[in-house]
């Protein structure tokens, strides 16, 4: 389980490293978008994935403006 803020920007450049995007959620996540600067690989608040890393996207959706990230665990 994250007890982190995770990351919704499935085109962050560093979201398939980055502990904050690929961590397995837990029940009463937070979450953000964080600011990438141009051209930089991720942001300022990037973490290295780790050993059980393993959320997987399957379905982005957008819904008034939100993005909504579908997961599931290996």
Request: charge should be negative.
């Amino acid at each position: 389980m994250a007890n982190v803020t995770m990351c919704k920007d499935d085109e962050c450049p560093s979201a398939s490293e980055c502990h904050r995007f690929l961590a397995v959620p837990s029940d009463r996540q937070s979450y953000a978008v964080f600011d990438i600067p141009s051209g930089a690989f991720g942001c300022s608040d990037y973490i290295p994935k780790r050993d059980g890393d393993r959320r997987h996207l399957t379905q982005t959706r957008i819904n008034q403006g939100v993005v909504s990230v579908v997961a599931r665990e290996n």
